[in-house]
């Protein structure tokens, strides 16, 4: 799980909740940011907070939660997406309790369903594209064969989840995944 305290001055954070930005209102009451990445599961992300009275109304269960961090304020990655699935806990009388925000991302659960597709008129790159934008991942393919697949060669997921449709891709192809 990776962790990160956003007291440091080196990395540089936003957080935004339901679409608005709300880093400058929530500076203060964040203490850390922890999150895990799970392909046959649910992603999660943990923000521990302060000031619980102050922070309950902005974490709403099933609001979408974005974190983008980075080194430089102008170059932002998006480290999470996901949704808020715990609202704080405590009391207004708890000003200095840490509590725990957690918000999850089921988009990245490519192992969990099974499913039935047939891929016809793509090339291998825009395939594997295909899966990885359907899952909420961009895909950074570099395969020097650009030509569209005959009916006959089109790869078809059958009963498959998109995880094991890909490795079987990569392992027709001989591409490394």
Same mark, same amino acid.
């Given at each position: ?48 907070? *302060? ?5 309950? +109304? ?14 430089? #304020? ?33 988009? !990245? ?29 961009? !895909?950074?393919?570099?395969?020097? +064969? ?8 089109? #790869?078809?997921?059958?009963?498959? *989840? ?6 079987? =891709?990569? !392992?027709?192809?001989? =591409?490394?995944?």
């Amino acid at each position: 799980m990776a962790t990160t305290s956003p007291d440091k001055r080196m990395i540089h954070w936003e957080l935004d909740i339901a679409g608005g930005d709300a880093t400058y209102m929530l500076r203060e009451y964040i203490n850390s940011f922890s999150w895990e990445y799970k392909i046959n599961g649910v992603s999660r992300l943990d923000i521990s907070v *302060t000031s619980v009275s102050y922070v309950e +109304d902005f974490f709403v269960p099933n609001l979408p939660v974005e974190l983008r961090m980075g080194y430089y #304020p102008t170059s932002l990655i998006t480290v999470f997406r996901g949704k808020v699935t715990k609202e704080p806990t405590g009391s207004a009388s708890d000003k200095m309790s840490y509590s725990l925000v957690c918000a999850g991302n089921e988009s !990245s659960s490519m192992g969990n369903r099974s499913q039935n597709r047939t891929y016809q008129g793509l090339n291998k790159a825009a395939i594997i594209s295909q899966v990885a934008s359907r899952n909420g991942y961009q !895909s950074n393919v570099f395969i020097s +064969d650009s030509n569209i697949l005959a009916a006959g060669n089109s #790869p078809i997921q059958r009963s498959q *989840t998109d995880l094991e449709f890909l490795r079987d =891709c990569a !392992s027709r192809w001989d =591409c490394i995944m």
